[in-house]
T-cell receptor, first 112, second 123 residues
């Protein structure tokens, strides 16, 4: 069964460093997303991506964040100058319209 | 106002019994979709079931069924014959806007999540 794959599963970084979270969406899906879940809290939408551009972003997704689809398969989230409050589980998801968005297993980011 | 409300922070259920997880939503859009996800302790988000606002019948997927009451704006998840492996966090989510417009406008596909309900199945 096709699945969304995220790497790494866990990343520890020092405050102020840049991190890149990587995702391989399901191959025939057209919409890609990043969500985050701070420990013990609800899942929050960050950004959606379609046709090689951002289609929607939340107020959380400020200039510190960027997304890219560098080739035909990968979808990345870059966080510049990480802060302690960026520590969270980051989920990549992809969807083909009516179906539910299928989520990857998540990357747990810990900023120290 | 909260768009998705899950009023049960946690609940216990006896193995083999059914459990109903509550979800109410708030939207002025006539077209929307409702989703349920399961998050086990390992952290991944597993898609369970989908209900479209214009779907005539309640959605079912194996042991999962969705009790959709449009007038009351509720979309409760029913898990029948609970198993120990059902112990997890369960999230209700909503997508506002019809999917066919989403294809054209490339927007409206984002999901808004509720706060979740933790289910613990007792043997």
């Amino acid at each position: 069964e096709p699945e969304v794959t995220q790497t790494p599963s866990h990343q520890v970084t020092q405050m102020g460093q840049e991190v890149i979270l990587r995702c391989v969406p399901i191959s025939n899906h057209l919409y890609f997303y990043w969500y985050r879940q701070i420990l013990g809290q609800k899942v929050e939408f960050l950004v959606s991506f379609y046709n090689n551009e951002i289609s929607e972003k939340s107020e959380i997704f400020d200039d510190q964040f960027s997304v890219e689809r560098p080739d035909g398969s990968n979808f990345t989230l870059k966080i510049r100058s990480t802060k302690l409050e960026d520590s969270a589980m980051y989920f990549c998801a992809s969807s083909e319209l009516r179906e539910g968005a299928f989520f990857g297993q998540g990357t747990r980011l810990t900023v120290v | 106002a909260q768009k998705i409300t899950q009023t049960q922070p946690g609940m216990f259920v006896q193995e083999k019994e059914a459990v109903t997880l509550d979800c109410t939503y708030d939207t002025s859009d006539p077209s929307y979709g409702l989703f349920w996800y399961k998050q086990p302790s390992s952290g991944e988000m597993i898609f369970l079931i989908y209900q479209g606002s214009y779907d005539q019948q309640n959605a079912t997927e194996g042991r999962y069924s969705l009790n959709f009451q449009k007038a009351r704006k509720s979309a409760n998840l029913v898990i029948s014959a609970s198993q120990l492996g059902d112990s997890a966090m369960y999230f209700c989510a909503m997508r506002e806007g019809p999917y066919w417009i989403s294809r054209i406008k490339a927007a409206g596909n984002k999901l808004t999540f509720g706060g979740g309900t933790r289910v613990l199945v007792k043997p």
